[in-house]
């Protein structure tokens, strides 16, 4: 009930920005952040709820780890009317609200049942707990990334450009070291724990070392090679459509120690 309430504030607001897209004289969206905000924290109490039901973490799950990136990426969009680069931007939100549409729309499907369960003993682990969360708040900056990149790629004004790389760099740069922690140093640490060993080439884990390089190939040609291709933001759209494939792809298609989450 709760995540429906959300999902209904988020598309709401949706339409909201839809209107504000398309008038031409302009004008300041004064609603929609603060609907993004309600719905996110109405996911995050939906978390809490979960979480206090089966006395762990609510994050172990289809449906948890959807909400978990939908509550997270809704709360960013609020945040980012107070980024520099990205205030007044009403395309960035507008992409990363239908993003957030989309988890919500999923975790109501039936590829993600939202039954309340315990999770099995291998799931019960702090380190567990680190590794998805930092993983999937790494992910939600790069969901930003990625709707900036791609406005990068295809505006023909240069002054906007640039501010889209501003604004895809940001993001990236925020996200990577996260997405690090969480999806490789955290996620080792936990399989040694779980499983006695720290790397076993796991579907899930060879599409993260994957999504990991990518991003990494971003920030070295953005950062050390100075380069102005479109490879670059190119990789940051490879880099999230890679991420989102580790997370549903592989669950779906490719068995693994992961199958569970």
Known sequence: MIATIAFGLLLLSLVIQIVFLFKKEGGQDGISPWLSLAA?????????????AIRFVALTGMFESLIFLACFLALLIFALRYFKSAKGNRVIPFGA???????????????APS???????????GWLVLHV????????????GFVSAILQLVS????????????TYTSIAVGYPIFTAGALIFGAIWAEKAWGVWWSWDPKETWALITWLTYTAYLHFRLVRKSTSKLVPALVIIGFVIAMF??????????????YA
């Not at 924290?41 to 979480?51: A, F, K, P, Q």
């Not at 969360?133 to 939600?140: D, K, L, N, P």
């Open 40 to 52: 996110g924290i109405l996911l995050l109490v939906e978390i809490v709820r979960r979480s206090i």
């Open 97 to 111: 609200t239908i993003i957030a549409v989309i988890f919500l729309a999923l975790a109501s499907s039936p590829l």
């Open 115 to 125: 039954d309340i369960k315990p999770p099995v003993p291998a799931l019960q682990s």
């Open 133 to 144: 969360s930092f993983t999937f708040i790494g992910e939600v900056f790069f969901a930003v």
């Open 156 to 167: 023909k004004d240069e002054e906007k450009r640039r501010n889209y790389d501003r604004i």
């Open 246 to 259: 580790t997370f549903f792809g592989v669950n779906f298609l490719l068995k693994g120690l992961h199958s």
